[in-house]
């Protein structure tokens, strides 16, 4: 029965009124972020701060029962919108939410595949006169790594691959392969059959 509540409890994010995730804190099911590409410590657009949003994904993807993001939330829960983002995308003659659910849609699609990618269900919604996108994420049928920006200690930005897990309200990469073997028997059933080239839905 515990089960059978957290599935209903983390399905019922994804069509439920806004405000009642917005009066949640943070938990293995929901994650909040302020901006998807704008470092706000830094004041520009930003591979890594976006690579953050691609993490969560897949932790979702990757999880029993899935999960939700929203951005352009503070970790307060407060409102700060979307303006941010906006302004890096905008185009003249085009609305800014539809550029930025494309962008969003694309990232997600390189980062961890098609298949995958067909499990996330994005959402613009207004808030107190701001934006705010609910990323709703459905359980994977599969292993799903992603592929995301990281920095070397000389502060050089390269992309790799990473199997990501949410670990209570966090997200985590598993590194050590077995490690990895022993998330994937645990939560699909099964050990990958020929190694670490069939952890991944993108090789």
Same mark, same amino acid.
């Given at each position: 029965?515990? @089960?059978?509540?957290?599935?209903?409890?983390?399905?019922?994010?994804r069509?439920?009124?806004i405000?009642e995730?917005?009066?949640? @804190?943070?938990?293995?099911?929901?994650?909040?972020?302020a901006?998807?590409?704008?470092?706000? @410590?830094? /004041?520009?657009? =930003?591979?890594?701060?976006?690579? +953050?949003?691609?993490?969560? *994904?897949?932790?979702?993807?990757?999880?029993e029962? %899935?999960?939700?993001?929203?951005?352009?939330?503070?970790?307060? +829960? =407060?409102v700060?919108?979307? #303006?941010?983002?906006y302004?890096? !995308?905008?185009?003249? +003659?085009?609305? #800014?939410? #539809?550029?930025?659910?494309?962008? !969003?849609?694309?990232?997600?699609e390189?980062?961890? %595949?098609?298949?995958a990618?067909?499990n996330?269900?994005?959402?613009?919604?207004? *808030?107190?006169?701001?934006?705010v996108? @609910? *990323?709703?994420?459905e359980?994977s +049928?599969?292993?799903?790594? &992603?592929?995301? &920006?990281?920095?070397?200690?000389r502060?050089?930005?390269?992309?790799?691959?990473?199997?990501?897990?949410?670990?209570?309200n /966090?997200t985590?990469?598993?590194?050590?392969?077995?490690?990895?073997?022993?998330?994937v028997?645990?939560?699909?059933?099964?050990?990958?059959? %020929? %190694?670490?080239?069939?952890?991944? #839905?993108?090789?």
């Amino acid at each position: 029965m515990p @089960r059978v509540y957290e599935r209903a409890r983390v399905a019922y994010q994804r069509a439920c009124p806004i405000g009642e995730l917005l009066g949640r @804190r943070e938990d293995r099911h929901l994650e909040l972020k302020a901006t998807l590409r704008w470092d706000l @410590r830094a /004041g520009e657009k =930003s591979k890594l701060v976006e690579s +953050g949003t691609l993490k969560t *994904v897949a932790a979702f993807l990757n999880s029993e029962f %899935g999960g939700t993001l929203l951005i352009g939330v503070a970790d307060d +829960g =407060s409102v700060a919108g979307l #303006d941010h983002d906006y302004a890096t !995308l905008r185009r003249e +003659g085009k609305d #800014d939410s #539809d550029l930025f659910l494309l962008h !969003l849609n694309q990232l997600i699609e390189n980062a961890v %595949g098609l298949a995958a990618a067909a499990n996330v269900t994005t959402t613009i919604h207004h *808030v107190d006169g701001h934006d705010v996108c @609910r *990323v709703h994420v459905e359980p994977s +049928g599969h292993p799903v790594e &992603a592929e995301v &920006a990281v920095a070397d200690r000389r502060g050089q930005v390269s992309r790799r691959p990473a199997f990501f897990v949410r670990l209570n309200n /966090g997200t985590r990469a598993i590194e050590v392969q077995v490690e990895r073997e022993r998330y994937v028997a645990q939560r699909w059933g099964r050990r990958e059959p %020929g %190694g670490e080239s069939d952890l991944t #839905d993108r090789i």
